[in-house]
């Protein structure tokens, strides 16, 4: 068919899909969901909305006011045209007098051309530039009904969303997996208005109040005078603030830990951090802490990993999720919630639930899920969909409300007022991705990028000329409460609740429930750190906070550091660890984990087999041979050239290959040296990163000799088998567990 016909077909579609939502309902009417009022003239139809208001899914015919032909996607026709649908002859060329002559002033089309490019690229965000998104679906349990009347908590209802994961400190071209905590917002088009989920991968933050925000990040940024170093806390800018903040320290170790260096977006946990206030039909409240719990499990790199991924593929992160979804392994959350009763002084067992920087240990309160997010589908255009879309804390449907917390509060300001210039005015909201599913009737007019045409006379209230259209909402029609919580009589200050003063007791507990390996893996990030700052008085300052932490983490660093621990200036803490908060001990699925298989020309029986059983078991294989193309019938994805093993979770070995022509020369090598390397020097890399990355390894065949040689046969994690499957099942037990920690020195303990 001609490419017109099919995009007349998906016009059609994407048209009557929109009508019914948007057909216009009259006020009153039965089944209408608009309230009877006493409007001073009597009612009449409403205006149609705004024709923009279409889904991202179902772009409403642009123009439909102005008799124009509707649009079901930017591209339309066969032929290339100017911005004005003109059709164009030639965009290769300038117009010139002559073929060696000047450009002329009039080549109209060469102004458009190059004028749009030149403004292409438009402003970062001024933090969590460096993101990717997705589209996926949730689907409630209905397990929060009793809580809140939001619709899209009522059991099976499905909602659509879009997801942007993101690092805080790096620019938009930044590495993927640097240490940093990482952004987790959701933005659910539910039926009753957006609601944005702007949460992170760690529960506390750095600051108490909105108000310091500015400095926490212009002391975690860059240096302004030579803007360097980028996606880094390693610098001196950063520790001046944290050691002198103390707040920031439960922020600071939880960036410390694996935590600041996830596996993937996959494996990441998301939380609200701050406390919000549910209300139910009845109007009951309570408040809540929002959890994402993801199916595959917490999981992080190592710091080793993490920085041979930086400079290897630095889209790491990027690539997986899009490369997960594709592959049909998609990434699966479980939404929770952490629910306490709405008593007076907003506390739960002694915990202040305004203060961002503390948690509520799950043992105290178990998160209870609420729904299931899943998502599949990958943006079509990175830039209309994961780099236009905006959040907003202030995007609540009815039943979820906000509290006091006045990290919150200020939020609630800032989301708004950074699209006025990131996205250049106040009409973000009608950017397809940032539309709201839900009809939308507002009297906001004009500005910046109007995409709607108006209809009506009237965008006021009352009127009378547009026959009082819109109307407001009660409570029968489901109108947003903003829940009538009583503010105490106090004097107006600039100062904090008493409990915000205690900045240590909670990063003591975080340092308590981490396993021996998570402490040693905290120590050695401190260590790398601090020493990388140059400031002597700046180590010495946090070397204190880590006394008022705990001892034995402090004296660890000042090891590492060459300089005197110093003693607690406070009594240390008395706190219960929360297990819930380490990530080792326990077992995960190993969905969408990737398995490198080093191969040769021979055994393709068992690696056949091998491939067949990794698939099966919803893992991707990736081959890994002396050159590209095929080895067989298989195709290789791998070369040892382009392999590095950051990129794999595990490695079966089928072959034990010699040195390629294309190797470097090993060690062994050398003159004097014992003789030629047995093994290709990059397989023995590759075993070798393997193994001090604590993953599992597996060899069958003349595989094992590739064990033999690198000295690794017979330690923890290390698989010999007769045949490749049984490798491999071993090899998979060993990946339930995410890595394999005995291999681990834990000098902490
Ligand atoms: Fe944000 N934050 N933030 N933040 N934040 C932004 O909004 C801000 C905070 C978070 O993928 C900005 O559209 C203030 C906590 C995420 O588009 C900006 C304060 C949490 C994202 C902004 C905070 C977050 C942002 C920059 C202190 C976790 C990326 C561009 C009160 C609960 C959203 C933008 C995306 C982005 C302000 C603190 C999460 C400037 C003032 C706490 C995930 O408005």
Redesign the pocket.
């Known amino acids: 068919r001609k490419p017109t016909e099919v995009i007349k077909d998906v016009v059609e579609t994407a048209a009557s899909k929109v009508t019914d939502a948007l057909t216009p309902k009259v006020p009153g009417a039965p089944g209408s969901g608009t309230p009877t009022v006493e409007e001073p003239t009597a009612p009449r139809d409403p205006l149609p909305p705004k024709s923009e208001q279409g889904t991202p899914d179902t772009r409403l015919p642009t123009g439909s006011e102005t008799g124009a032909p509707p649009t079901a996607n930017a591209q339309q026709g066969a032929y290339l045209t100017t911005s004005q649908g003109a059709r164009l002859r030639d965009t290769d060329h300038s117009l010139k007098a002559g073929p060696r002559g000047p450009v002329l002033m009039q080549d109209h089309h060469f102004r458009e051309k190059i004028m749009h490019f030149d403004h292409e690229r438009i402003p970062e965000?001024?933090?969590?530039a460096r993101?990717a998104g997705a589209h996926g679906m949730f689907t409630a349990y209905g397990t929060a009904e009793a809580v809140t009347r939001a619709g899209f908590l009522k059991k099976g209802k499905e909602t659509p969303v879009f997801v942007?994961f993101?690092t805080v400190l790096g620019s938009r071209g930044s590495a993927d997996t640097v240490r940093d905590t990482r952004?987790?917002?959701t933005k659910f088009y539910t039926d009753e208005g957006t609601f944005d989920l702007?949460?992170?991968n760690m529960p506390v933050?750095f600051?108490q109040d909105?108000i310091k925000?500015p400095d926490i990040i212009h002391a975690a940024k860059w240096h302004p005078d030579r803007e360097i170093p980028q996606a880094q806390s390693a610098h001196d800018t950063f520790w001046d603030f944290v050691s002198l903040h103390t707040e920031a320290q439960h922020h600071a170790i939880w960036n410390m830990s694996d935590r600041g260096i996830p596996r993937s977006y996959r494996h990441m946990e998301g939380?609200?951090?701050?406390t919000f206030r549910l209300v139910n039909n009845a109007g009951e409240t309570v408040l809540v802490k929002f959890h994402w719990k993801p199916k595959l499990g917490v999981h992080s790199l190592t710091w080793e990993e993490a920085q041979i991924t930086n400079g290897v593929d630095p889209d790491f992160h990027r690539r997986d999720l899009y490369d997960a979804i594709e592959a049909g392994a998609f990434p699966e959350w479980e939404l929770g919630l952490q629910i306490f009763p709405d008593t007076p002084d907003e506390t739960f067992a002694g915990i202040d639930l305004l203060d961002?920087t503390k948690i509520v240990p799950e043992e105290l309160a178990p998160v209870q899920p609420v729904g299931r997010l899943v998502l599949n589908r990958t943006p079509t255009n990175f830039f209309a969909e994961s780099e236009q879309?905006?959040?907003h804390l202030g995007n609540l449907p009815p039943g979820i409300d906000v509290t006091n917390d006045p990290?919150l509060q200020?939020?609630l300001f800032?989301?708004l007022?950074?699209?006025l210039t990131?996205l250049a005015g106040p009409n973000f909201s009608q950017i397809p991705i940032n539309r709201p599913h839900a009809p939308v009737n507002d009297m906001l007019r004009d500005g910046f990028h109007q995409h709607a045409v108006h209809g009506g006379v009237a965008p006021y209230r009352p009127n009378s000329l547009d026959g009082g259209n819109p109307f407001t909402a009660g409570d029968a029609e489901n109108a947003f409460l903003d829940v009538p919580v009583v503010v105490a009589e106090a004097p107006k200050i600039r100062e904090n609740p008493v409990s915000f003063d205690d900045h240590f007791s909670q990063t003591r507990l975080f340092w308590l429930s981490m396993s021996p390996v998570e402490q040693e893996h905290i120590i050695r990030a401190y260590t790398f750190e601090l020493g990388k700052c140059y400031e002597q008085a700046i180590k010495e300052r946090q070397l204190q906070c880590l006394a008022n932490i705990d001892p034995v983490l402090c004296a660890q660093v000042a090891t590492g550091l060459g300089l005197p621990a110093p003693e607690p200036t406070r009594p240390l803490a008395d706190v219960a660890p929360s297990p819930a908060l380490s990530q080792v001990g326990q077992e995960w699925p190993a969905d969408g984990r990737i398995v490198g298989i080093v191969v040769g020309e021979d055994g393709l029986d068992d690696v056949r087999s091998v491939r067949t059983a990794i698939f099966g078991a919803g893992m991707v294989p990736l081959l890994i041979a002396p050159h590209g193309g095929m080895v067989g019938d298989l195709p290789v994805q791998r070369t040892f050239a382009t392999a590095r093993s950051v990129e794999f979770d595990a490695l079966l070995l089928a072959t034990a290959p010699p040195p390629a022509p294309d190797a470097l020369p090993a060690r062994d090598d050398k003159a004097g040296a014992p003789g030629p390397a047995a093994l290709d020097p990059r397989v023995t890399l590759l075993i070798d990163e393997c193994w001090r990355h604590a993953k599992a390894i597996g060899a069958w065949g003349t595989g094992t000799a590739a064990l033999a040689s690198t000295g690794v046969a017979g330690t923890p994690g290390v698989v010999s088998a007769d045949s490749g499957t049984a490798a491999l099942t071993e090899v998979q037990q060993l990946m339930a567990t995410h890595r394999v920690w005995q291999r681990f020195p834990t000098a902490a303990a």
């Open positions: 965000r001024v933090v969590h993101g942007r993101s952004g987790f917002a702007v949460g992170n933050f600051i909105a925000f939380f609200g951090v701050h961002p879309v905006a959040f990290l200020g939020r800032s989301y007022d950074t699209q990131r």
